[in-house]
């Protein structure tokens, strides 16, 4: 039996407010209530509408099944563990992962709904932990197990450098995905990068997991604690504890870990405006249109729009006419980052987040995202039709799947 239609399939225009015929970007010369227009129909058919299904809850409690068989074969993870799961895979940029090294998985042909799961391989909490940020490029660090029990030192040293009490993010990131994917029988998982990526027929939905080995800390780096001392956009609307309660270190390469602040960036993504999270979507969709962009991703234009919050007042952000404003802003201030090859953390502003990339390279991605920025509506119709097609085959998917299963 086929399913009914959702709302978002019956979408109509929502009404923009009259805007004089002055009211143009300047770079493309479109009207920016049509660019709004565009951006309201982009997230009435975005595939994120799949958010209380009981197939989302019966993937979750699967994977956690698979992490404790994990935990019963090798005994490394903690006894008691505190996962976090973040909405969307890592290429919608949940952490600050290098996209160009991985093998992108496309919706409404390989899975229907994405999480991020970031899985606590070792927890400091208690522990007088010291990073070693010197032999590291900015925002990343050595981690040591010195300060650690013998029995947690003796769990990992098939995963350290040779005698050293170092743990190698990237023996980590490999062990992880063996152990994981031994105890898996009947999904599809690979090995993306230092991610573990496993995707979990529940039903009639496919609900794809990338899995991420992490050390948790408690409290907050204290590279990044200048930050905290300055004023902030959230000031008044989080506390302390939830911006800088604890943060992860995500596996980077070889022996380096990187920073990453995955609780804070979650309570601030829930406070962001709301036109502006819908620039940031459609931004992300505008540059994924084309070919895969090398080097810059989702994260980057979240950081932007981090930057963007601190740079702008939040009447201007939360007006429904400024989404399309917003997002050309979030284009030219990513085309800007580009050229000056500077983009620095939010949390971390010496950490520039271009940096590896090479002149050659930044030169490319600029030139792609002028492309875009030249012409965002056809860009965006693009993406419109992109995300009806991803919608058609998740559909196509359930409905054979349904088919499939009745008596």
């Not at 929502?14 to 565009?38: C, H, M, V, W, Y």
């Not at 998985?105 to 208690?126: E, R």
Request: include cysteine; charged fraction near 20%; charge should be neutral.
């Amino acid at each position: 039996m086929a399913s009914p239609l959702s709302p978002e399939d019956h979408w109509t225009p929502k009404p923009a407010p009259a805007k004089p015929l002055t009211d143009l970007d300047f770079r493309s010369g479109e009207r920016i209530e049509e660019l709004n227009q565009l951006i309201q129909e982009y997230e009435a058919r975005n595939l994120g509408t799949i958010r209380d299904a009981p197939e989302l809850h019966q993937a979750r409690d699967h994977v956690f099944s698979l992490l404790g068989l994990v935990h019963k074969s090798d005994r490394k993870l903690p006894q008691v563990n505190q996962y976090l799961i973040l909405s969307g895979g890592v290429q919608d940029g949940t952490v600050n992962i290098n996209l160009g090294h991985l093998d992108p998985l496309s919706p409404g042909s390989d899975y229907d709904a994405a999480f991020t799961l970031l899985v606590p391989v070792l927890n400091a909490a208690g522990v007088p932990v010291t990073l070693d940020m010197k032999q590291s490029p900015p925002g990343h660090t050595r981690f040591s197990l010195r300060p650690f029990e013998v029995k947690t030192s003796g769990l990992w040293s098939e995963c350290c450098l040779g005698n050293e009490d170092d743990l190698a993010a990237d023996r980590v990131a490999e062990w992880f995905f063996h152990a994981f994917a031994t105890c898996v029988k009947d999904e599809r998982v690979e090995k993306r990068g230092c991610i573990t990526s496993v995707i979990v027929s529940a039903r009639s939905l496919r609900i794809l997991y990338d899995i991420i080995p992490v050390v948790a800390l408690k409290g907050w780096p204290e590279v990044a604690r200048p930050w905290l001392t300055q004023a902030h956009f959230w000031d008044g609307k989080l506390k302390d504890e939830d911006v800088a309660g604890g943060f992860y270190l995500l596996p980077s390469s070889g022996a380096d870990w990187r920073l990453a602040f995955s609780v804070s960036e979650l309570h601030l993504r829930q406070i962001l405006p709301l036109p502006l999270a819908w620039a940031f979507r459609a931004t992300v969709a505008i540059l994924g249109c084309g070919r895969p962009l090398k080097g810059v991703g989702p994260y980057h234009l979240f950081t932007l729009a981090l930057w963007s919050c601190e740079r702008l007042p939040s009447s201007y952000l939360s007006r429904e006419e400024n989404a399309a404003h917003a997002m050309l802003g979030l284009l030219d201030h990513l085309l800007a980052s580009l050229v000056e090859r500077r983009l620095p953390s939010y949390f971390l502003p010496e950490w520039n987040l271009l940096e590896g990339l090479s002149r050659q390279a930044l030169g490319s991605l600029a030139h792609e995202v002028a492309h875009a920025r030249a012409q965002p509506s056809q860009y965006l119709r693009q993406a419109v039709e992109k995300a009806k097609e991803t919608k058609r085959l998740t559909k196509a998917f359930r409905d054979q799947n349904s088919a499939s299963v009745a008596p």
